[in-house]
């Protein structure tokens, strides 16, 4: 008579390898799910602060506008000092930039060239002489090139607003440097630099370089106002009795 097969308790306790290895797998998963519910969370987190903040610019950028706006609403003699708390209570925006300009805009209005000896009447400042007014227009001007998120027609539009300033002021070199600089750029302000370099080089006495440019304009913007301006220009410096005075 055979023998029984005879089954060790002690074995059947064991846990076979497949259980060891899913127990295994069901371990780690748990340990990664940890290390994964972490990044999730700090991806939210972070999520939550980037969608905060960007709510909270808005909302500041909605409020420099309105406040901006608001105070070109004002009469001419409030709006400076307007402008200025625009600009000072601004963050780095659009909104600030454009106060910037407003303000040398406000004060380039005021220049009255031809009158030197003038009293600028057109705000609270009215004690500010022409050269004074001047360099508050230069100031602002240069203030509101200080955004690195100008489009390069708005720079050299400034740029060219730096040399009028300038011009006001007498500094016919300064004034030169920033025009020249708009001429040979490559924006759709360069005509308008090519033609107030040409009329600043007529001022020096400069007739025949003057004339160059304005035929350069004529010939490179036909059919343009720039060109029936440089036109205009030109017949001027051809004249005896129109051509601009000697060198300033």
């Known amino acids: 008579m055979s023998r029984e097969n005879h089954l060790d308790r002690k074995l059947l306790k064991r846990p076979d390898f497949f259980v060891e290895k899913g127990r295994a797998l069901l371990g780690t998963l748990a340990a990664q799910s940890r290390g994964?519910?972490?990044?999730?969370?700090?991806?939210?987190?972070?999520?939550?602060?980037?969608?905060?903040?960007?709510?909270?610019?808005?909302?500041?950028?909605?409020?420099?506008?309105?406040?901006?706006?608001?105070?070109?609403?004002?009469?001419?003699?409030?709006?400076?000092?307007?402008?200025?708390?625009?600009?000072?209570?601004?963050?780095?925006?659009?909104?600030?930039?454009?106060?910037?300009?407003?303000?040398?805009?406000?004060?380039?209005?005021?220049l009255q060239?031809?009158?030197?000896?003038?009293?600028?009447?057109?705000?609270?400042?009215?004690?500010?002489?022409?050269?004074?007014?001047?360099?508050?227009?230069?100031?602002?001007y240069t203030k509101a090139l200080d955004f690195s998120f100008l489009l390069p027609l708005e720079r050299d539009l400034l740029v060219i607003n730096q040399g009028n300033a300038y011009e006001a002021q007498q500094k016919w070199a300064e004034a030169l440097a920033r025009y020249q600089s708009v001429a040979q750029g490559t924006s759709e302000a360069r005509p308008v630099g090519m033609l107030h370099t040409g009329r600043l080089l007529e001022k020096q006495g400069k007739a025949d370089e003057a004339k160059?440019?304005?035929?350069?304009?004529?010939?490179?913007?036909?059919?343009?106002?720039?060109a029936r301006m440089a036109r205009n220009y030109l017949r001027r410096a051809s004249s005896p009795l129109l051509a601009a005075p000697g060198k300033p």
């Open 36 to 110: 994964i519910w972490g990044v999730i969370g700090a991806l939210a987190v972070a999520t939550a602060a980037y969608y905060g903040y960007a709510a909270w610019k808005d909302r500041r950028l909605g409020q420099d506008w309105l406040a901006y706006y608001q105070a070109m609403e004002l009469p001419q003699d409030q709006r400076a000092a307007k402008l200025k708390t625009v600009y000072d209570g601004a963050s780095h925006s659009r909104a600030k930039q454009v106060a910037a300009a407003s303000l040398g805009d406000h004060y380039a209005a005021s």
């Open 113 to 140: 060239v031809k009158t030197r000896t003038s009293k600028v009447d057109t705000d609270p400042e009215s004690t500010l002489s022409l050269d004074q007014a001047a360099a508050a227009a230069l100031d602002w």
């Open 212 to 226: 160059k440019l304005y035929q350069q304009v004529s010939a490179d913007f036909p059919n343009t106002e720039y």
